[in-house]
């Protein structure tokens, strides 16, 4: 599986962006996807994921009723809607795809897509 990660860009704090994940390749359908970011001097940590079916997700706590995480399998694509952004979310944000379950911080059997810088500004 390959995966191309858009949509990061620089907005104020309140404001809101919508990552896409593009999937080429095996079968996405089959594959849970999560989102992951990582901060100038920090470890890369969970943002959120969704099974295969789209049926659940999962949500780190920093992010829970600000973030939404969604997939359209049509189109083999997965989406991160931010809202209500905060300075504190700057990051490079990842999106991953595995067969396994979509939960765990790490993730290190999963397929990985290039990052997409996202910048909130105060």
């Known amino acids: 599986v390959q995966l191309q990660a858009c949509g990061g860009g620089l907005v104020q704090a309140g404001g809101s962006l919508r990552l896409s994940c593009a999937a080429s390749?095996?079968?996405?359908?089959?594959?849970?996807m999560g989102w992951f970011r990582q901060a100038p001097g920090q470890e890369r940590e969970f943002v959120a994921s969704?099974?295969?079916?789209?049926?659940?997700?999962h949500y780190a706590d920093s992010v829970k009723g600000r973030f939404t995480i969604s997939r359209d399998n049509a189109k083999n694509t997965g989406y991160l809607q931010m809202n209500s952004l905060l300075p504190e979310d700057t990051a490079v944000y990842y999106c991953?795809?595995?067969?396994?379950?979509?939960?765990?911080?790490?993730?290190?059997?999963?397929?990985w897509g290039q990052g997409t810088q996202v910048t909130v500004s105060s």
């Open positions: 991953a795809a595995r067969q396994g379950s979509l939960y765990g911080s790490r993730w290190p059997d999963a397929y």
């Open positions: 390749g095996r079968s996405f359908s089959r594959y849970a």
């Open positions: 969704i099974t295969w079916s789209g049926g659940s997700t």
